[in-house]
């Protein structure tokens, strides 16, 4: 199957909840043309009408996603056979799912990669938290594997407060055949730079393009601890 994403690639994630001021495929789909206009060679974005109005304003690959929260199970990231199908409908050319053997409301992970690839003719974008998920999603069928899940499992979630996950990249890479997507808390240039280093196929960036109001909050924590430096 050909490899979509180039390697080198910069890819933005267009994602935007709903309590976000700019949750909806008309701010998620000018994100989109914001992010193909300085350069970026891949979206990902949620939901069949943010993929679709994504589809309708740029020929990129995107990454589509169908997430969806229930009480009852651990995993969000296009957890059915069914979730991966409206997506790809919608105009996603790769898949990307929670590849983690976690309990999911649908079938397992492995028939799931199997048959995105046979059934719907789509590339999978494995989201891992550790070497063991990175393994097991190649030997499934991924067509790329990325460590967006490195530090919202609960087993990795140290990992969260210590920055992206560069050891799992360099690790990954130096293990598999398959390019390895780096994706998690890259909100810097020097750190995307970094992941490059470490081998990296691509590189995702979401919150530090995409959703003003945390930027904002960086910012404001930033005055914040100034103004209480001074003592005022
Ligand atoms: C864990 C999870 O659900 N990650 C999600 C995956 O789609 C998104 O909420 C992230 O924004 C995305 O992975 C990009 O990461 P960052 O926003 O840190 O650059």
Redesign the pocket.
Known sequence: MTVLIPKGALIV?C?ARADNPLHGPVYMSAMACAAEAGGAMGV?A?GVADVRAVRAVTSLPIIG?C?VWDDRFPVY?TPSFENASCIAQAGAHII?LDATPRPRDGEPVDRLISRIRTELGREVFA?ISTIEEGRAAHASGATYVAT??SG?TEYTATQKNTGPDLDLIATLVSELPLPVVA?????TPDLVAAAFERGAHAV?????IT?PREITRRFVRAAQARMGNRGS
């Open positions: 994630s994602q990902r949620n996603i997430k990231i990307g989201d967006t899940l919202y994706e998690g808390r890259f909100d995702v960036v979401g919150t530090a959703n």
